[in-house]
């Protein structure tokens, strides 16, 4: 493995404090996961991939805008990852460049009229920069 | 008993219900609820990367904001503050664990704030309101205050997320918890297990991806009518508004479902302890739960 495709695998590390080299990809994290079927990689193919550094594969990948953060698969991991906190070091790598996930004036006006500040203000912390 | 008492940005809007039943109801149990003095938002969310110590200071502030009631005298001696809000409960108490964990991390976010406040001491504990029934009240004294026991109403507790997990900020045991059961039982009520209670309602996804959390609430809202309840207890406004008003969602998606009721645990208590329409603010919740209340117990 060349020394660049270690750098995501780093980055995590030093963003969330977990070392994914523990993960015996056991899958627990995926079954648990209350929203994995929407996900184009469940979460122990992302573990696996950041694991092998193939970055680019997970950055583009849309799994960690769907997670809930629920820590359903933190509580079950034989392993004790908090998965939350990965996607949470992912996402943080993509929006410290910058990169929001969604655009606030997008969102229709009526639904914003709705929507509660609770709702408004956890989806801004979890999908702006 | 005077008790400081974080209110967040949603109890003053649309989950009003929850305050005005809450604060109600505790003055019933000889609690008085003091509202912060210049709280501020908390972020709604924890913020977990490990360098990320500038979205710790909202919740920090407020944490400091209880010290100086104490100071002030406003309190005497109560260094805890109680949090209504499922969302908030868990952010106040990671971000007070995680500055409490490392004394650098305090004294880093003390130098911040220098200019303008008092440094926090990491000395205050954040409690959600359920605790202080069952620990410092007692369900047993709830239960004397009962003044219309809700005793056909089949209630299913619904936890959610952050109430529980991850497990050391859990208020109770984090695979079965009792807590809500407990304080339902009090009241009256027929409490009715579900196998979706501590599962998650879909979160702030609501806001960009409405689809998927009306699924989430069409699974967890179809365990509970399986399981034969009349109707859903919460104590977030994030998931009540997922559960309750995403119904509206629900039923464009399932046209066949049949909506329930939703309501938050304090407005049980206020309904339970017969304090009046004015604090139990039903209008505030989206599936009308006049209809099956004046079926089951007036």
């Given at each position: 493995m060349v020394l660049e495709d270690r750098k995501l695998l780093e980055?995590?590390?030093?963003?969330?404090?977990?070392?994914?080299?523990?993960?015996?990809?056991?899958?627990?994290?995926?079954?648990?996961?209350?929203?994995?079927?929407?996900?184009?990689?469940?979460?122990?193919?992302?573990?696996?991939?950041?694991?092998?550094?193939?970055?680019?594969?997970?950055?583009?990948?849309?799994?960690?805008?769907?997670?809930?953060?629920?820590?359903?698969?933190?509580?079950?991991?034989?392993?004790?990852?908090?998965?939350?906190?990965?996607?949470?070091?992912?996402?943080?790598?993509?929006?410290?460049?910058?990169?929001d996930y969604i655009r606030i004036s997008e969102i229709p006006e009526e639904e914003f009229k709705k929507l509660p500040q609770i709702a408004l203000v956890s989806c801004f912390r979890k999908f702006t920069s | 008993m005077k008790i400081p008492y974080y209110p967040g940005c949603t109890l003053k809007t649309s989950a009003k219900n929850l305050e005005v039943s809450a604060l109600e109801s505790a003055k019933v149990l000889g609690v008085e609820l003091v509202e912060l003095p210049r709280w501020n938002c908390c972020g709604a969310v924890f913020s977990m990367a490990t360098d990320d110590l500038i979205h710790q200071l909202a919740p920090i502030r407020n944490l400091i904001r209880v010290q100086e009631m104490n100071?002030?005298?406003?309190?005497?001696?109560?260094?805890?503050?109680?949090?209504?809000?499922?969302?908030?409960f868990n952010t106040l108490k990671r971000s007070n664990m995680f500055v409490k964990e490392d004394k650098e991390r305090l004294e880093k976010i003390n130098n911040f704030l220098s200019d303008t406040e008092e440094p926090y001491q990491g000395n205050i504990e954040v409690i959600h309101f359920l605790e202080l029934l069952k620990n410092d009240i007692g369900f047993d004294r709830v239960a004397e205050k009962v003044k219309k026991?809700?005793?056909?109403?089949?209630?299913?507790?619904?936890?959610?997320?952050?109430?529980?997990?991850?497990?050391?900020?859990?208020?109770?045991?984090?695979?079965?918890?009792?807590?809500?059961?407990?304080?339902l039982e009090a009241l009256g009520a027929t409490v009715v297990d579900t196998q979706f209670k501590t599962r998650c309602c879909g979160s702030y996804q609501t806001v960009n991806r409405?689809?998927?959390?009306?699924?989430?609430?069409?699974?967890?809202?179809?365990?509970?009518?399986?399981?034969?309840?009349?109707?859903?207890?919460?104590?977030?406004?994030?998931?009540?508004?997922?559960l309750d008003t995403r119904q509206e969602e629900v039923k464009k998606a399932h046209p066949e479902f049949k909506t329930i009721p939703v309501f938050y645990f304090t407005q049980l208590m206020a309904l339970a302890f017969d304090l009046g329409e004015s604090f139990y603010r039903f209008d505030l919740n989206y599936v009308n739960p006049k209809p099956l209340l004046s079926e089951k117990i007036f």
């Open positions: 980055k995590i590390k030093e963003l969330s404090g977990i070392d994914l080299s523990v993960c015996m990809q056991c899958g627990i994290c995926s079954g648990s996961c209350p929203a994995v079927d929407q996900m184009d990689i469940t979460p122990r193919m992302m573990v696996r991939l950041i694991q092998l550094g193939r970055e680019k594969e997970v950055l583009d990948s849309k799994a960690m805008w769907i997670c809930l953060s629920c820590f359903t698969c933190y509580a079950r991991c034989p392993r004790e990852i908090d998965f939350a906190k990965l996607g949470e070091a992912l996402r943080q790598v993509r929006l410290r460049k910058g990169l | 100071e002030k005298g406003i309190v005497e001696n109560e260094n805890r503050v109680v949090v209504l809000c499922s969302m908030c026991p809700l005793k056909n109403l089949k209630i299913a507790p619904y936890y959610g997320c952050l109430l529980l997990r991850p497990e050391e900020i859990a208020i109770d045991n984090p695979q079965s918890p009792k807590v809500l059961e407990n304080l409405k689809e998927l959390v009306a699924e989430l609430a069409y699974d967890i809202l179809n365990q509970v009518k399986i399981s034969g309840a009349d109707c859903v207890v919460t104590s977030c406004p994030l998931c009540m508004f997922n």
